[in-house]
Protein backbone atom coordinates (compact mmCIF):
# COMPACT_ATOMS: atom_id res chain seq x y z
CA UNK A 1 0.00 0.00 0.00
CA UNK A 2 1.58 3.06 -0.76
CA UNK A 3 1.84 5.77 1.98
CA UNK A 4 0.79 8.27 -0.38
CA UNK A 5 -3.26 9.34 -1.15
CA UNK A 6 -4.60 11.49 -3.87
CA UNK A 7 -7.99 11.82 -3.86
CA UNK A 8 -9.55 13.54 -6.90
CA UNK A 9 -12.83 13.22 -8.61
CA UNK A 10 -14.35 14.23 -12.00
CA UNK A 11 -17.15 15.87 -10.78
CA UNK A 12 -14.95 18.76 -9.37
CA UNK A 13 -14.05 19.71 -12.81
CA UNK A 14 -17.79 20.32 -14.01
CA UNK A 15 -18.32 23.16 -11.64
CA UNK A 16 -18.58 26.10 -13.76
CA UNK A 17 -18.41 30.19 -12.12
CA UNK A 18 -19.59 31.37 -15.81
CA UNK A 19 -17.69 33.50 -18.40
CA UNK A 20 -16.41 36.12 -16.32
CA UNK A 21 -12.34 35.78 -17.10
CA UNK A 22 -10.93 37.50 -13.78
CA UNK A 23 -13.43 39.60 -12.76
CA UNK A 24 -16.14 38.83 -10.43
CA UNK A 25 -18.99 39.38 -12.49
CA UNK A 26 -20.06 40.10 -16.19
CA UNK A 27 -20.44 43.21 -17.26
CA UNK A 28 -21.05 45.68 -20.35
CA UNK A 29 -17.66 46.43 -21.88
CA UNK A 30 -16.57 43.35 -20.67
CA UNK A 31 -16.62 40.34 -22.92
CA UNK A 32 -16.68 37.19 -22.05
CA UNK A 33 -14.14 35.02 -21.46
CA UNK A 34 -13.87 31.45 -19.30
CA UNK A 35 -13.60 32.54 -15.55
CA UNK A 36 -9.89 32.48 -14.23
CA UNK A 37 -10.64 29.70 -11.92
CA UNK A 38 -11.08 26.92 -14.18
CA UNK A 39 -11.42 23.22 -14.31
CA UNK A 40 -8.11 23.03 -16.86
CA UNK A 41 -4.97 23.46 -14.69
CA UNK A 42 -6.54 20.75 -12.24
CA UNK A 43 -7.16 18.13 -14.94
CA UNK A 44 -3.94 18.83 -16.27
CA UNK A 45 -2.04 18.34 -13.46
CA UNK A 46 -3.79 14.90 -13.15
CA UNK A 47 -3.27 14.11 -16.86
CA UNK A 48 0.70 15.33 -15.94
CA UNK A 49 0.67 12.61 -12.69
CA UNK A 50 -0.46 10.06 -15.14
CA UNK A 51 1.86 10.47 -18.23
CA UNK A 52 5.09 10.28 -15.49
CA UNK A 53 3.99 7.66 -14.08
CA UNK A 54 4.00 9.37 -10.85
CA UNK A 55 0.09 8.62 -10.32
CA UNK A 56 0.57 4.47 -10.13
CA UNK A 57 2.95 5.34 -6.83
CA UNK A 58 -0.08 6.99 -5.37
CA UNK A 59 -2.96 5.29 -3.09
CA UNK A 60 -5.64 7.23 -5.72
CA UNK A 61 -9.01 7.53 -4.24
CA UNK A 62 -12.55 8.75 -5.22
CA UNK A 63 -15.02 9.48 -2.23
CA UNK A 64 -18.22 10.34 -1.96
CA UNK A 65 -19.54 14.11 -1.51
CA UNK A 66 -19.42 15.82 1.35
CA UNK A 67 -22.92 14.96 3.60
CA UNK A 68 -25.17 18.09 4.98
CA UNK A 69 -24.62 17.19 8.70
CA UNK A 70 -20.78 17.49 8.40
CA UNK A 71 -21.18 20.41 6.35
CA UNK A 72 -23.32 22.13 8.86
CA UNK A 73 -20.16 21.88 10.94
CA UNK A 74 -18.84 24.80 9.85
CA UNK A 75 -21.97 26.33 7.51
CA UNK A 76 -24.76 27.97 8.61
CA UNK A 77 -28.04 26.22 7.55
CA UNK A 78 -29.23 29.55 5.83
CA UNK A 79 -26.34 29.89 3.38
CA UNK A 80 -26.27 25.90 2.71
CA UNK A 81 -30.23 26.41 1.89
CA UNK A 82 -29.15 29.30 -0.74
CA UNK A 83 -26.90 27.43 -2.52
CA UNK A 84 -29.03 24.26 -2.70
CA UNK A 85 -31.89 26.79 -3.94
CA UNK A 86 -29.50 28.91 -6.36
CA UNK A 87 -27.85 25.35 -7.51
CA UNK A 88 -31.81 24.52 -8.49
CA UNK A 89 -32.23 27.47 -10.14
CA UNK A 90 -29.82 29.32 -12.68
CA UNK A 91 -27.14 30.17 -10.20
CA UNK A 92 -25.79 32.81 -8.45
CA UNK A 93 -23.29 34.31 -6.10
CA UNK A 94 -22.08 32.64 -3.07
CA UNK A 95 -21.60 36.13 -1.75
CA UNK A 96 -18.71 37.66 -2.52
CA UNK A 97 -16.63 36.83 -5.52
CA UNK A 98 -17.99 32.80 -6.01
CA UNK A 99 -20.31 32.85 -8.99
CA UNK A 100 -21.74 29.14 -9.68
CA UNK A 101 -24.16 27.83 -11.84
CA UNK A 102 -26.20 24.60 -11.70
CA UNK A 103 -24.18 21.55 -10.80
CA UNK A 104 -21.95 23.60 -8.85
CA UNK A 105 -23.11 22.74 -5.60
CA UNK A 106 -22.72 18.75 -6.40
CA UNK A 107 -18.88 19.99 -6.95
CA UNK A 108 -18.36 21.73 -4.37
CA UNK A 109 -19.68 18.93 -2.04
CA UNK A 110 -17.48 16.40 -3.77
CA UNK A 111 -14.94 18.67 -3.03
CA UNK A 112 -15.30 18.94 0.75
CA UNK A 113 -15.84 15.16 0.79
CA UNK A 114 -12.10 14.80 -0.95
CA UNK A 115 -10.91 17.19 1.70
CA UNK A 116 -12.82 15.01 3.95
CA UNK A 117 -11.76 11.41 3.31
CA UNK A 118 -8.07 12.90 2.85
CA UNK A 119 -7.90 14.17 6.51
CA UNK A 120 -9.23 10.93 8.36
CA UNK A 121 -7.46 8.73 5.85
CA UNK A 122 -4.12 10.38 7.61
CA UNK A 123 -5.39 11.29 10.65
CA UNK A 124 -6.74 7.39 11.97
CA UNK A 125 -3.30 6.39 10.45
CA UNK A 126 -4.85 4.27 7.03
CA UNK A 127 -2.38 6.60 4.39
CA UNK A 128 0.73 8.30 5.64
CA UNK A 129 0.13 11.45 4.00
CA UNK A 130 -2.06 12.84 1.00
CA UNK A 131 -2.84 15.31 -1.86
CA UNK A 132 -6.52 16.28 -2.61
CA UNK A 133 -6.96 17.37 -5.85
CA UNK A 134 -10.09 20.00 -4.28
CA UNK A 135 -12.31 22.31 -6.98
CA UNK A 136 -14.19 24.80 -6.11
CA UNK A 137 -11.26 25.67 -3.46
CA UNK A 138 -12.41 26.53 -0.28
CA UNK A 139 -10.02 28.51 1.60
CA UNK A 140 -11.98 31.80 1.59
CA UNK A 141 -15.65 30.52 2.40
CA UNK A 142 -16.74 31.31 5.62
CA UNK A 143 -19.57 30.21 7.68
CA UNK A 144 -22.47 31.92 5.81
CA UNK A 145 -21.34 32.74 2.45
CA UNK A 146 -18.72 31.94 -0.31
CA UNK A 147 -15.59 34.26 -1.08
CA UNK A 148 -13.31 34.11 -3.74
CA UNK A 149 -14.19 31.28 -6.23
CA UNK A 150 -14.92 29.46 -3.16
CA UNK A 151 -18.38 27.92 -2.05
CA UNK A 152 -17.48 25.83 0.60
CA UNK A 153 -15.07 25.64 3.26
CA UNK A 154 -13.26 22.16 2.53
CA UNK A 155 -10.37 22.36 4.99
CA UNK A 156 -12.89 24.08 8.02
CA UNK A 157 -15.40 21.47 7.12
CA UNK A 158 -12.60 18.45 7.27
CA UNK A 159 -10.75 19.44 10.05
CA UNK A 160 -13.84 20.05 12.22
CA UNK A 161 -15.13 16.50 11.23
CA UNK A 162 -11.86 14.83 11.90
CA UNK A 163 -11.97 16.31 15.71
CA UNK A 164 -15.67 15.93 16.24
CA UNK A 165 -15.54 12.31 15.45
CA UNK A 166 -12.00 12.10 18.09
CA UNK A 167 -10.05 11.32 15.24
CA UNK A 168 -7.24 13.88 16.15
CA UNK A 169 -6.91 16.52 18.83
CA UNK A 170 -4.40 19.27 17.58
CA UNK A 171 -4.52 20.44 14.20
CA UNK A 172 -2.36 22.78 12.44
CA UNK A 173 -3.28 24.81 9.34
CA UNK A 174 -0.98 26.44 6.94
CA UNK A 175 -1.96 28.25 3.85
CA UNK A 176 0.60 29.37 0.93
CA UNK A 177 -2.15 30.39 -1.32
CA UNK A 178 -1.19 34.22 -2.64
CA UNK A 179 -4.28 35.18 -0.76
CA UNK A 180 -5.19 35.53 2.35
CA UNK A 181 -6.44 31.84 3.86
CA UNK A 182 -9.64 34.35 5.89
CA UNK A 183 -12.33 31.03 5.65
CA UNK A 184 -9.38 28.79 8.08
CA UNK A 185 -8.79 32.25 10.63
CA UNK A 186 -12.59 32.69 10.50
CA UNK A 187 -13.48 29.39 11.36
CA UNK A 188 -10.76 28.94 14.24
CA UNK A 189 -10.32 32.07 15.48
CA UNK A 190 -11.32 31.30 18.91
CA UNK A 191 -9.79 27.49 19.15
CA UNK A 192 -6.83 26.98 21.05
CA UNK A 193 -6.41 23.58 19.98
CA UNK A 194 -6.45 24.51 16.17
CA UNK A 195 -3.26 26.76 14.62
CA UNK A 196 -3.96 28.74 11.41
CA UNK A 197 -1.08 30.45 9.79
CA UNK A 198 -1.77 32.01 6.48
CA UNK A 199 2.01 33.11 4.30
CA UNK A 200 0.41 35.07 1.74
CA UNK A 201 0.52 38.28 -0.16
CA UNK A 202 -0.37 41.77 1.18
CA UNK A 203 -3.55 43.49 0.39
CA UNK A 204 -4.59 41.17 -2.24
CA UNK A 205 -7.67 39.40 -1.44
CA UNK A 206 -9.66 39.61 0.89
CA UNK A 207 -8.93 43.50 1.78
CA UNK A 208 -9.70 43.56 5.02
CA UNK A 209 -8.27 40.50 6.27
CA UNK A 210 -4.94 39.19 7.16
CA UNK A 211 -2.81 41.66 8.55
CA UNK A 212 -0.60 40.62 11.45
CA UNK A 213 -1.60 42.06 14.33
CA UNK A 214 -5.20 39.31 13.49
CA UNK A 215 -3.85 36.93 16.04
CA UNK A 216 -7.11 34.73 17.55
CA UNK A 217 -8.76 36.23 19.97
CA UNK A 218 -10.51 34.79 23.95
CA UNK A 219 -8.67 30.91 24.24
CA UNK A 220 -7.37 31.20 20.85
CA UNK A 221 -5.32 34.02 20.98
CA UNK A 222 -2.14 33.49 19.60
CA UNK A 223 -3.30 30.54 17.25
CA UNK A 224 -3.75 32.45 14.51
CA UNK A 225 -0.80 34.47 12.47
CA UNK A 226 -0.33 36.41 9.34
CA UNK A 227 2.52 36.93 7.60
CA UNK A 228 1.20 39.12 4.38
CA UNK A 229 4.62 39.36 2.42
CA UNK A 230 5.04 42.49 -0.02
CA UNK A 231 4.51 42.33 -3.39
CA UNK A 232 7.23 40.79 -5.32
CA UNK A 233 8.88 38.35 -3.09
CA UNK A 234 10.52 35.02 -4.34
CA UNK A 235 12.20 32.44 -3.57
CA UNK A 236 14.42 34.18 -0.88
CA UNK A 237 11.95 35.53 0.80
CA UNK A 238 9.68 32.29 1.35
CA UNK A 239 12.51 30.49 1.88
CA UNK A 240 13.89 33.37 5.00
CA UNK A 241 10.03 33.06 6.30
CA UNK A 242 9.73 29.78 6.23
CA UNK A 243 12.56 29.38 7.92
CA UNK A 244 12.47 31.82 10.51
CA UNK A 245 9.14 31.91 10.92
CA UNK A 246 6.65 29.23 9.71
CA UNK A 247 8.82 25.98 10.55
CA UNK A 248 9.14 27.09 14.11
CA UNK A 249 5.85 28.27 14.71
CA UNK A 250 4.67 24.76 13.53
CA UNK A 251 6.96 22.78 15.10
CA UNK A 252 6.37 24.92 18.77
CA UNK A 253 2.34 24.55 18.25
CA UNK A 254 3.01 20.65 18.30
CA UNK A 255 0.09 19.64 16.31
CA UNK A 256 -1.31 16.18 16.04
CA UNK A 257 -1.61 16.80 12.17
CA UNK A 258 -0.89 19.37 9.55
CA UNK A 259 -2.86 20.82 6.49
CA UNK A 260 -1.85 22.87 3.76
CA UNK A 261 -3.42 24.88 2.10
CA UNK A 262 -1.81 24.45 -1.25
CA UNK A 263 -2.32 26.98 -3.58
CA UNK A 264 -0.13 27.58 -6.38
CA UNK A 265 -0.86 31.14 -6.95
CA UNK A 266 2.49 32.40 -5.71
CA UNK A 267 3.97 31.29 -8.54
CA UNK A 268 5.78 33.31 -11.18
CA UNK A 269 3.32 32.19 -13.79
CA UNK A 270 0.02 33.36 -12.16
CA UNK A 271 -2.73 35.71 -12.80
CA UNK A 272 -3.83 36.88 -10.12
CA UNK A 273 -0.64 36.94 -7.69
CA UNK A 274 2.60 39.29 -7.68
CA UNK A 275 5.11 37.01 -6.74
CA UNK A 276 8.17 35.38 -8.16
CA UNK A 277 8.39 31.51 -7.27
CA UNK A 278 9.03 28.28 -9.31
CA UNK A 279 8.27 24.56 -9.15
CA UNK A 280 11.25 24.05 -7.65
CA UNK A 281 10.28 26.20 -4.48
CA UNK A 282 7.08 24.87 -3.99
CA UNK A 283 8.53 20.93 -3.99
CA UNK A 284 11.45 22.76 -1.34
CA UNK A 285 8.61 24.07 0.91
CA UNK A 286 6.91 20.47 0.71
CA UNK A 287 9.90 18.71 1.63
CA UNK A 288 10.21 20.85 4.55
CA UNK A 289 6.87 20.53 6.16
CA UNK A 290 7.15 17.01 5.28
CA UNK A 291 10.39 16.07 7.25
CA UNK A 292 8.70 18.66 10.14
CA UNK A 293 5.65 16.42 9.94
CA UNK A 294 8.02 13.66 10.35
CA UNK A 295 9.42 15.15 13.49
CA UNK A 296 6.87 16.19 15.18
CA UNK A 297 3.25 14.03 14.24
CA UNK A 298 4.72 11.20 12.58
CA UNK A 299 4.50 12.68 9.66
CA UNK A 300 0.75 13.09 9.43
CA UNK A 301 0.22 15.32 6.95
CA UNK A 302 -2.50 16.60 4.45
CA UNK A 303 -2.41 18.91 1.28
CA UNK A 304 -5.48 20.45 -0.05
CA UNK A 305 -5.41 21.84 -3.35
CA UNK A 306 -6.47 25.39 -2.97
CA UNK A 307 -5.68 28.81 -6.05
CA UNK A 308 -3.31 28.95 -9.36
CA UNK A 309 -4.74 30.15 -12.10
CA UNK A 310 -1.69 29.19 -14.81
CA UNK A 311 -3.10 26.55 -16.72
CA UNK A 312 0.47 25.79 -18.05
CA UNK A 313 2.41 26.45 -14.88
CA UNK A 314 0.09 24.77 -12.31
CA UNK A 315 0.67 21.37 -13.13
CA UNK A 316 4.70 21.50 -12.97
CA UNK A 317 4.32 22.94 -9.40
CA UNK A 318 1.84 20.48 -8.32
CA UNK A 319 4.05 17.49 -9.83
CA UNK A 320 6.65 18.98 -8.37
CA UNK A 321 4.64 18.96 -4.46
CA UNK A 322 3.22 15.35 -4.85
CA UNK A 323 6.43 14.01 -6.05
CA UNK A 324 8.02 15.76 -2.61
CA UNK A 325 5.29 14.66 -0.62
CA UNK A 326 5.35 11.02 -2.07
CA UNK A 327 9.03 10.72 -1.77
CA UNK A 328 9.50 9.78 -5.03
CA UNK A 329 12.31 9.74 -7.92
CA UNK A 330 10.13 10.89 -10.47
CA UNK A 331 10.72 14.44 -12.10
CA UNK A 332 9.29 16.04 -14.64
CA UNK A 333 11.73 19.02 -16.06
CA UNK A 334 10.54 22.53 -15.75
CA UNK A 335 11.63 24.34 -18.61
CA UNK A 336 11.44 27.82 -16.64
CA UNK A 337 12.86 26.57 -13.06
CA UNK A 338 16.23 28.14 -13.74
CA UNK A 339 15.12 30.80 -15.65
CA UNK A 340 12.78 32.33 -12.87
CA UNK A 341 15.14 31.44 -10.40
CA UNK A 342 17.79 33.91 -12.08
CA UNK A 343 15.34 36.70 -12.37
CA UNK A 344 16.30 40.16 -10.52
CA UNK A 345 14.86 40.35 -6.61
CA UNK A 346 14.52 36.58 -6.19
CA UNK A 347 17.27 37.00 -3.66
CA UNK A 348 15.72 38.07 -0.16
CA UNK A 349 15.40 42.25 -0.19
CA UNK A 350 16.55 44.00 2.98
CA UNK A 351 13.07 45.32 3.50
CA UNK A 352 11.87 42.09 3.24
CA UNK A 353 14.40 40.10 6.22
CA UNK A 354 13.31 43.49 8.38
CA UNK A 355 9.77 42.91 8.00
CA UNK A 356 10.10 38.78 8.45
CA UNK A 357 13.15 39.40 11.69
CA UNK A 358 10.70 42.27 12.88
CA UNK A 359 7.47 39.62 13.01
CA UNK A 360 9.77 37.25 14.48
CA UNK A 361 10.85 39.44 17.22
CA UNK A 362 6.99 40.32 17.72
CA UNK A 363 6.09 36.88 17.76
CA UNK A 364 8.45 34.30 19.96
CA UNK A 365 9.06 37.53 22.28
CA UNK A 366 5.33 37.15 23.04
CA UNK A 367 5.33 33.58 23.37
CA UNK A 368 8.45 33.55 25.19
Keep these: MPATGFFWHERCFWHDPGAIG ?30 SGLIDELAVRKTPPACREDL ?26 APYTPGSFAAARHSAGLAIAAVEAVATG ?36 ARALGQVGRVAILDWDVHHGNGQQAAFYDEPEVLTLSLHQAGNFPLETGFFKERGEGAGEGANLNLPLPPGCGIGAYDYAMGELVLPAL ?52 MI ?26 EVPDPQNDEIAAWAYQALQPHQRALIDGWRHDIFRKDA
Excluded: W
Excluded at 72 to 97: I, K, M, P, S
Excluded at 266 to 273: F, Q, R, T, V, W
Design 305 to 330: HEGGYSEGYVPLCGHAVIAALAGSVI
Design 72 to 97: ARFHTARYLDALAAGDRARGGDGGDC
Design 126 to 161: ELTNAYALCRPPGHHAEADQGRGFCLLGNIPVAVMR
Design 251 to 302: EAFAPELIVVACGFDAGAKDSLGKMLLNSRAFGEMTRQVKALAERVCDGRLV
Design 22 to 51: VFSAPGEFLQPQPASESPESKRRLKNLLEV
